[in-house]
């Protein structure tokens, strides 16, 4: 069974930080490496940042380089992304992705380039 189990937001307001959290379970456990998107009402689901499974590499969307943070503690089978400064236009439902391609660099911040996703979890930003 593949498994991943976000958690983490909340509602904030401007300028607070946030760390979500992805639980990787199943094949999605033995991925070569993990993403986190986010979709805004009405909008379509956007890549925000990547980590290859061995953490030699993270990759990040420009909107969110100097203040969010991917990380992953291979121990726990957890991939982490910590939020500083969040902005109300980070608002959206932030979801979890695993791929076990080996050219995940190819496609790191592709829906396409993933296998599994999680449900996600909602950050809201609002004063």
């Known amino acids: 069974q593949v498994q991943l189990v976000e958690s983490g937001g909340g509602l904030v307001q401007p300028g607070d930080s946030l760390r979500l959290s992805c639980a990787a379970s199943?094949?999605?456990?033995?991925?070569?490496?993990m993403g986190w998107f986010r979709q805004a009402p009405g909008k379509e689901r956007e890549f925000v940042a990547a980590?290859?499974?061995?953490?030699?590499?993270?990759y990040y969307t420009d909107s969110v380089k100097g203040r969010f943070t991917i990380s992953i503690n291979n121990a726990k089978n957890t991939v982490y992304l910590q939020a500083n400064s969040l902005k109300p236009e980070d608002t959206a439902a932030y979801y979890c992705?695993?791929?076990?391609?080996?050219?995940?660099?190819?496609?790191?911040?592709?829906?396409?380039?993933?296998?599994?996703w999680g449900q996600g979890t909602q950050v809201t930003v609002s004063s």
């Open positions: 992705a695993a791929t076990n391609r080996l050219d995940f660099y190819r496609a790191y911040d592709a829906i396409r380039g993933y296998d599994y």
């Open positions: 199943g094949r999605a456990f033995s991925s070569v490496g």
């Open positions: 980590i290859r499974r061995s953490g030699a590499n993270t």
